[in-house]
């Protein structure tokens, strides 16, 4: 082979190693940091950094109270739905904090539409799962489903 072939092998063999290692530098930044806060959550939030009160779901039979974690370390943890939207994952500004190694800083998110409650997937990197199904979008959630995040098993109870 020639010097010049040699070279741009190197050089291509260099660039390649880089992606990788600034692929992998992104991945930790993001378990870390977390993922940037789209705008209309940031619509939700005051100037002085506290969330506005929103209207709180009315309490009728049938309707989910609470949230509860069913299976994992966490078991037996709970949180009103009062509080929506929920925020779970590791970090210390979530509502249900996950000590899981499979759970991402701001993982996953549950939430009301009118009398309808959703999960949506915060862009985790090892995905929330209802039943064997990775979501991708926010997913309606009914009394009993059971979502699972990482080694974690969540419910809907009334």
């Known amino acids: 082979m020639s010097e010049l072939t040699l070279f741009l092998i190197r050089i291509a ?3 390649i190693l880089w992606i990788f290692v600034l692929s992998a530098v992104s991945v930790i930044r993001s378990d ?8 209309p959550a940031r619509a939700a939030v005051g100037g002085n950094g506290k969330q506005r009160k929103q209207p709180k779901p009315r309490s009728r039979k049938g309707i989910p109270t609470h949230v509860l974690v069913v299976e994992g370390s966490n078991a037996g943890e709970r949180a009103d739905l ?10 210390a500004d979530a509502a249900i904090r996950l000590d899981d190694d499979y ?3 701001r993982h996953a998110r549950i939430a009301a539409s009118g009398d309808q409650w959703f999960v949506e997937d915060l862009g985790s990197t090892n995905g929330t799962y209802i039943g064997t199904v990775r979501l991708s979008q926010p997913t309606t959630l009914t009394l009993g489903t059971q979502v699972r995040i990482g080694k974690t098993i969540l ?3 009334k």
């Open 13 to 15: 063999y260099l660039a």
């Open 155 to 157: 419910e809907l109870r």
């Open 103 to 105: 759970v991402s800083t």
């Open 82 to 91: 009062v509080d929506a939207p929920i925020l779970i994952g590791r970090g």
């Open 32 to 39: 870390v940091f977390g993922s940037r806060v789209p705008e």
